[in-house]
């Protein structure tokens, strides 16, 4: 089993949708929590950073974790066709150095 | 604050050359830096993390005499290609972690090596 499984998609959505992104992972010991958005051929850019249980508001973005069930999310409120590209989960230890990330969801807002 | 530079963005080589990637933290000290590999629509895998002034930890299957790895100062690390062959043709990323912020991972906008 792997330490974080992510829906790879493809997701597509008009635009001004409310968009879903979620995570579930496996280690109980993740303490940080990350999302990031990749557009094609760039580095992941880091949108929102939680720790342990919560939510997370920024904007048009939520990031939601919740520890009892291992399951993170990133809701993107309004969505426009520049929010197109990969988000990818990412979560870390409390005192790691390893990151762990999801597979990636690609995501496609149609004007 | 948190920009990783990281140079060139693209390289074309013969194979058997080798190549160099740099990638900068320009306004933070980055005690650990990562690199990764990226193959089309697939997540990022890692390489090597490497601590400043010590040598790389290289994960399983990954050539450390291939992939030579070089973090000589608190905002520079290196990745140099050697021998380049087609195999080794991927989008190349490097992240830092910055020092006192642990938890997060900030990356640079990657390197894409095709070798011939």
């Known amino acids: 089993q792997k330490e974080v499984e992510q829906d790879p998609g493809p997701l597509s959505v008009p635009e001004g949708a409310i968009v879903s992104l979620n995570c579930t992972y496996s280690?109980?010991?993740?303490?940080?929590f990350m999302w990031y958005r990749q557009y094609s051929r760039k580095g992941p850019e880091l949108l929102m950073y939680t720790y342990s249980s919560g939510n997370k508001e920024d904007g048009r973005f939520t990031a939601q974790v919740d520890k009892s069930s291992k399951y993170i999310s990133l809701f993107i409120r309004d969505s426009q066709p520049s929010d197109s590209a990969t988000y990818l989960c990412?979560?870390?230890?409390?005192?790691?150095?390893?990151?762990?990330f999801g597979t990636g969801t690609s995501l496609t807002v149609i004007p | 604050g948190a920009v990783v530079s990281q140079h060139p963005s693209w390289v074309i080589c013969k194979s058997g050359t080798s190549v160099k990637i740099e990638c900068r933290s320009l306004?933070?000290?980055?005690?650990?830096m990562f690199w990764y590999r990226q193959f089309p629509k697939q997540s990022l895998m890692l390489m090597a993390t490497s601590n400043e002034g010590s040598k790389a930890t290289y994960e399983q299957g990954v050539e450390k005499d291939k992939f030579l790895i070089n973090h000589a100062s608190l905002t520079l690390s290196t990745l140099t290609v050697t021998s380049a062959h087609p195999e080794d043709s991927s989008f190349y990323i490097c992240?830092?972690?910055?020092?006192?912020?642990?938890?997060?991972?900030?990356f640079g906008s990657g390197t894409q090596l095709s070798v011939l």
């Open positions: 992240s830092a972690r910055r020092q006192g912020q642990y938890e997060k991972l900030f």
């Open positions: 280690n109980s010991a993740f303490q940080y």
């Open positions: 990412a979560m870390s230890e409390k005192s790691g150095n390893q990151f762990y």
């Open positions: 306004d933070f000290q980055a005690t650990t």
